[in-house]
């Protein structure tokens, strides 16, 4: 079975998903903050991408930088590793959320 | 005292958290949201608290795991 991967884990590396050729850290940061629909810090999603990439659910790569900014990018993606992790990770909490009705309502 | 940079002491700062593995790209993200979406949407003070409060979150990252 793949690895269970916590919310924030989830919210980075979709992230890393959905901008594609273009996840590198500023791009993925503001990716996060989309998805969550919330202010997210910066140490944050970085030492997540550190955190997976330690695991092997993603590979990162240096790029050359931009006049803007000067120095170099690193860009992420998913390893196969990853692609399974985040597919699991859906897989089971759907599973979970089987047989109870969304939205959950209080009961006295 | 360049009006598209941060402060140069919290620049300093950032580049004294961060590892040599880091410290180029980190720094280029920041200073790149910094130019093309904070300074000219919210305007000098607001990006510097931006920035000083991503500074903030960084050393959970610096002092964590072993990353060099």
């Known amino acids: 079975m793949a690895e269970l991967l916590g919310t924030f884990e989830q919210a980075v590396l979709l992230a890393v998903v959905k901008v594609a050729d273009d996840a590198y850290g500023r791009a993925i940061l503001r990716g996060v903050q989309d998805g969550l629909d919330r202010d997210v810090p910066a140490g944050a999603v970085y030492a997540t991408l550190d955190r997976l990439e330690n695991k092997g659910l993603l590979s990162s790569r240096l790029d050359t930088g931009t006049l803007v900014r000067g120095g170099a990018r690193r860009y992420y993606q998913l390893t196969a590793t990853g692609v399974s992790a985040l597919n699991e990770s859906k897989s089971v909490f759907e599973q979970m959320w089987r047989g109870a009705k969304w939205p959950l309502r209080w009961q006295t | ?68």
Do not use: C, K, V
């Open chain 2, 1 to 68: 005292m360049n009006p598209q940079t941060p402060p140069s002491w919290l620049e300093r700062l950032l580049l004294w958290l961060l590892t040599s593995r880091d410290r180029e790209t980190i720094s280029g993200d920041l200073l790149e949201e910094y130019r093309e979406e904070q300074l000219p949407r919210f305007g000098r003070a607001r990006a510097n608290y931006w920035y000083a409060r991503q500074l903030i979150s960084l050393p959970s990252y610096a002092f964590g795991e072993d990353h060099s």
